[in-house]
Nanobody, 127 residues
Framework: QVQLVESGGGSVQAGGSLRLSCKVS????????LGWFRQIQGKEREGVAS?????????FVSDSVKGRVAISRDIAENTLHLQMNGLKPEDTAMYYC???????????????????WGQGTQVTVSS
């Protein structure tokens, strides 16, 4: 299993930027999907972006944030990052780091079913 600890949330004005981080520990030797989900108040949790641990490049990114976010991994530090730029009030949500062991295709956001979750970090964007 893996343990996930997020950091980097906060409050910004519209147009601002935030960088979320997720420290991964535990069994990182087996191949797994790793990604970010968010839950906007009153709505279902949705996938934001994901990567596959066996690949150094390539990611799945939600259309709702495409062009404004970048997901990346610091392999040496076992940390996942989500750089968010051009933030909008509708990006206000609790953001969760999530993981699940499996093949690369299962990391696609519409197929990704995380087994492990971080505690979440709040992002608030004011207009």
């Amino acid at each position: 299993q893996v343990q996930l600890v997020e950091s980097g949330g906060g409050s910004v004005q519209a147009g601002g930027s935030l960088r979320l981080s997720c420290k991964v520990s535990g069994n990182t030797y087996d191949k797994y999907c790793l990604g970010w989900f968010r839950q906007i108040q009153g709505k279902e949790r949705e996938g934001v972006a994901s990567v596959y641990s066996a690949l150094r490049h390539g990611a799945f990114v939600s259309d709702s944030v495409k062009g404004r976010v970048a997901i990346s991994r610091d392999i040496a530090e076992n940390t996942l990052h989500l750089q968010m730029n051009g933030l909008k009030p509708e990006d206000t949500a609790m953001y969760y780091c999530a993981a699940s062991y499996g093949p690369g295709w299962s990391c696609r956001l519409d197929l990704f079913e995380p087994k492990y979750w971080g505690q979440g970090t709040q992002v608030t964007v004011s207009s």
